[in-house]
């Protein structure tokens, strides 16, 4: 497309929609960044498309002035897969949350992973389910208690990230709702990724579990409880960067050293094995891990189905000759 | 009523010439029975003869050999009249071991030709069919006529010059059973030459043998001292209209029809499903078609077959998804989304044995309750049945211009006789369709979602990659005025009641019903839909030989009903509905016009058959008497 397109601002991006998050809510932060970051991608807004499942996250496409479909709970992925299919040329997001991508819609995600359809998925990940009245989620701690256990949840949580990397994810970073600069950074490098990019946004649900990321996003204590990652760089942490990750050679883990130990990890986003480990760390022993985790190139499914298509279709097919393809006979 | 059966009387081989004949090849999964049925069909096809075929497997891939639960058949009905089921009882009953014997010698009329391998019947496989003395020496089978022969021992002797060894040698046994039946009807054996040189064509000596072994079987027949009474039996040509023919199941003509919607709709088509029996096939056909405008995906499960289907309507092109009747109860929300979004989508219900796994390889039309009525919340669709093989080309057709004219899901209810059945079809003239093109909505100035065609009540269609028409839809209930979520109340009365009348006024879209046999009043009508329509057509034409005033009518529209329908069914004294269920049509019918309608039911996961329907016609007939 030579034609310039208009230059379009942040409000372009806002639907005439009155927004409906409780106050506070981080779903706010990550809609105002997002909206800002839209523009940038300086591409016609009408190929993008939104796509959600059900629950709070899932009310963002109403807030883009994009396409959008609000669609069932947990099929997101799958919808958008169709829309892909159907449209190669849009540009198409996948709006979900830790019950609505992982819980009722954990096959979808699997597939849409393992297949690399070219897509961004960003998961609002608040361990709760909110639009319900707060019930414990697949990403609740054990013991969390909620409407619906009163005595503590029993379930062992699962981590996204681990999960979409054993799924045969190709892009895989993890973010923080309020931290507007690194979430608009790493949604970019996801844009840029050509598959799916998966992207777990800690977010906090300031009504049923209010404060579960201080750790990682209270501005005094953050620098020890997390860790950026940059490509090439040591991975190193702590208010004066003095903190470093190593392996543990004996039992294959990750744990922290000081920062001028020479055997301090660098970032490597290709590793998929230290991606496994680094989007495994959590406290108290290790740090989160935010940032790029793994990134790798690999055929999208829709690339590849465009590419049979067009080898099949360059001689297109005729109705009157497939009616008399095979055994005919005429009868006089 | 009460389900009984008559026996038809037919011609059963006392003659040298028969006007039809009733033919079931039967032996283990493993035996190739269905191969040599559809080359019977092909043959039967080109010399002639109207036919109809009705494949009978197992839903074990490879059962242990020789076990009764393994046995795979393939009936063929052919004759020189319109011939519309696969028949009732057997003229002629070829079986490849004790197992195929004994699981269907019950269908074999008396003086039927029995031809048996009698190779097989060892000690071993009479054991495992249960049998405790060999029935080829009781005297069990005096009242048919045996034909005995060593089908194991001629194929080896016939194949030898290959050296295939004795396992691949004995896999031609089919062949040689097909060149002796090929003999006994006057079929000639040159089409089975050329698909099996196709078919092995990376294996010479492999097509080599099998034509060895069919014309071994043909030979035997020829040159045999043969016992009285089998000889070559003629079997008149059928009277049929002129043009080009072929042969094409119920599957392939759905595909076809999608294909020939897509292209009459001018728009792509999504085929998105998941591999369920018996619908997977609609599948294995459309992936080969993809030089249309017509893309395929396999989906990880039923839900997202039908949730990517929705994705490519809401994307502009044509969703269409696919399973049978369990796959379908998972796909019931996703159809419930496209309902409440108005985006069009086509899902076919290829219906087998039920509850719950049921009987996946048998037949049976016990969804149609669930089409109609199993989704959540007031959901009104089109729901439309193919009623033969062929037809199911042109209801796939209409199940298109439905969706894509009206923004709604629609139902095709198939089922799986239909699926698999095949029969000889005059090919239509492509031309000669009306194409009803699709038009996507592209203007910005004043765009809202809930634009709608005032005739149709079709919302736009408005398709992601058109500047200005930017919009969000979902399944909260939207405004019927803008389109934005409302939780309105007087807004959710007027959406419910629009898609109920946008769903109601396709009645006036639909042909009025006819009469396909019979008078438009009478004593008795006879009324079916989908997979009855052959036997119902058969019972009522003979029945109406004997005089009696009965009428045949096969709805297509299931739901809107034809508007004259009510009407047509007043018109008669009498309404019987058979179907493969325990009654859903028939209530269906009784609480839309409070007519007292009786239900013939059938839940065997087998097709109707001619003298169970023609014996309720008799019986209801006997009851309504002389002078009403």
Request: aromatic share 8%.
């Amino acid at each position: 497309m030579n034609q310039a397109l208009p230059k379009l601002t942040v409000k372009d991006y806002a639907s005439d929609q009155e927004v409906r998050w409780c106050p506070g809510c981080g779903d706010y932060a990550i809609l105002k960044t997002i909206q800002k970051l839209m523009p940038t991608f300086d591409q016609p807004k009408e190929n993008q498309v939104f796509i959600s499942g059900i629950g709070c996250s899932s009310r963002f496409p109403y807030y883009m002035n994009t396409f959008g479909f609000h669609t069932i709970h947990g099929r997101a992925p799958a919808v958008a897969t169709g829309v892909k299919l159907a449209n190669p040329e849009l540009d198409v997001w996948v709006i979900t949350g830790d019950g609505d991508g992982f819980s009722i819609g954990g096959n979808h995600m699997l597939h849409v992973l393992r297949r690399n359809v070219d897509l961004q998925i960003l998961l609002f990940n608040n361990e709760i389910y909110g639009l319900t009245k707060g019930q414990y989620s697949p990403t609740s701690p054990p013991g969390t208690r909620s409407p619906s256990s009163p005595t503590g949840s029993i379930d062992f949580p699962l981590a996204p990230c681990v999960v979409a990397i054993g799924s045969g994810g190709t892009f895989i970073a993890r973010t923080i709702d309020t931290q507007a600069k690194h979430l608009g950074a790493v949604v970019t490098r996801g844009h840029e990724h050509r598959g799916t990019s998966f992207i777990e946004i800690l977010q906090n649900c300031p009504i049923y579990n209010d404060g579960i990321f201080n750790q990682v996003t209270d501005k005094k204590i953050a620098a020890d409880f997390k860790v950026e990652l940059v490509q090439g760089e040591p991975i190193v942490f702590g208010k004066e960067r003095e903190w470093g990750i190593r392996l543990n050679h004996d039992s294959l883990n990750l744990e922290v050293v000081d920062a001028t130990s020479d055997d301090v990890l660098i970032h490597d986003e290709t590793n998929k094995v230290l991606a496994t480990l680094l989007a495994t760390m959590k406290g108290p022993d290790l740090p989160v891990a935010v940032g790029v985790i793994y990134s790798e190139e690999k055929p999208s499914y829709v690339d590849d189905s465009q590419q049979q298509l067009i080898s099949i279709r360059k001689a297109k097919g005729s109705m009157t000759e497939l009616l008399h393809s095979g055994h005919t006979w005429e009868v006089e | 009523m009460e389900l009984a059966e008559e026996n038809l009387g037919e011609h059963h081989l006392d003659e040298k010439e028969v006007v039809d004949v009733v033919v079931r090849f039967a032996g283990d999964s493993g035996d190739g029975m269905q191969l040599t049925g559809n080359n019977f069909t092909e043959a039967t096809a080109l010399y002639g003869n109207d036919l109809s075929t009705f494949p009978d497997f197992p839903a074990e891939i490879r059962a242990p050999v020789g076990a009764t639960f393994g046995v795979s058949a393939f009936q063929i009905y052919f004759g020189a009249n319109d011939v519309t089921t696969a028949g009732d009882a057997l003229d002629v009953l070829v079986v490849m071991n004790p197992a195929a014997l004994i699981t269907n010698l019950d269908n074999l009329v008396d003086g039927g030709l029995l031809i048996v391998d009698s190779g097989a019947f060892t000690a071993k496989n009479l054991t495992k069919a249960k049998y405790q003395v060999n029935p080829l020496e009781d005297g069990s089978l005096d009242k048919f006529r045996v034909l005995e022969i060593d089908i194991t021992k001629q194929v080896l002797a016939a194949v030898a010059e290959f050296n295939l060894g004795h396992k691949t040698g004995v896999r031609s046994k089919n062949m040689w059973t097909l060149g002796l039946v090929l003999w006994l009807f006057d079929r000639d054996r040159a089409g089975t030459i050329e698909s099996l040189k196709t078919k092995f064509a990376s294996k010479p000596e492999i097509a080599s043998a099998n034509i060895a072994a069919l014309n071994a079987g043909h030979a035997y027949g020829e040159t045999a001292e043969l016992p009285a009474g089998i000889h070559v039996y003629k079997v008149p040509k059928a009277k049929v209209s002129p043009g080009t023919y072929r042969n094409i199941t119920g599957t392939n003509a759905l595909a076809w029809g999608l294909i020939a919607g897509s292209e009459l709709a001018n728009i792509e088509l999504l085929f998105a499903s998941y591999p369920i029996t018996p619908a997977s096939n609609l599948l294995h056909e459309l992936v080969h078609h993809r030089d249309f405008d017509i893309n395929t995906f396999q989906a990880e499960d039923e839900i997202a077959a039908v949730c990517a289907a929705i994705g490519a309507s809401f994307a502009g092109s044509l969703g269409v998804t696919s399973s049978a009747g369990p796959g379908i109860a998972l796909k019931s929300e996703g159809i419930a989304l496209a309902c409440a979004t108005e985006l069009p989508l086509v899902v076919v219900n290829t219906q087998r044995g039920g509850p719950s796994t049921g009987l996946p390889t048998k037949t049976e039309q016990s969804d149609l309750n669930m089409a109609l009525h199993g989704r959540h919340g007031d959901t009104p669709m089109p729901v439309i049945a193919s009623s033969t093989p062929t037809d199911c080309f042109e209801v796939a057709i209409e199940a298109v211009r439905l969706a894509t004219k009206y923004m709604t899901p629609v139902m095709l209810l198939s089922d799986g006789y239909l699926a698999n059945a095949a029969e000889p079809w005059k090919i239509p003239d492509f031309s000669e369709f009306e194409p009803f093109p699709v038009e996507h909505y592209t203007k910005s100035e004043d765009f809202k979602p809930s634009i709608r065609n005032e005739e149709t009540l079709a919302r736009v269609w408005a398709k992601p990659g058109t500047p200005g028409l930017e919009h969000r839809i979902g399944g909260i209930e939207r405004s019927f005025d803008t389109g934005d979520i409302s939780y309105d109340p007087a807004n959710h009365q007027k959406m419910t009641d629009l898609r109920q009348a946008k769903i109601a006024g396709i009645a006036n879209d639909i042909p009025l019903q006819e009469v396909c046999l019979g008078n438009k009043t009478g004593k008795l009508a006879v009324v079916g839909w989908g997979s009855t329509f052959g036997a119902i057509h058969q019972a009522v034409k003979r029945a109406r030989t004997e005089g009696l005033d009965v009428s045949h009518i096969q709805v297509r529209y299931l739901s809107p009903l034809p508007r004259n329908l009510e009407e047509l069914l007043k018109s008669f004294d009498s309404i019987l509905v058979p179907e493969m269920n325990t009654g859903q049509f028939v209530r269906l019918i009784r609480s839309e016009y409070l007519i007292d309608a009786e239900a013939l039911n059938k839940v065997a996961g087998q097709p109707f058959k001619i003298g169970e329907i023609l014996a309720a016609i008799h019986a209801k007939i006997a009851t309504l008497g002389s002078n009403s």
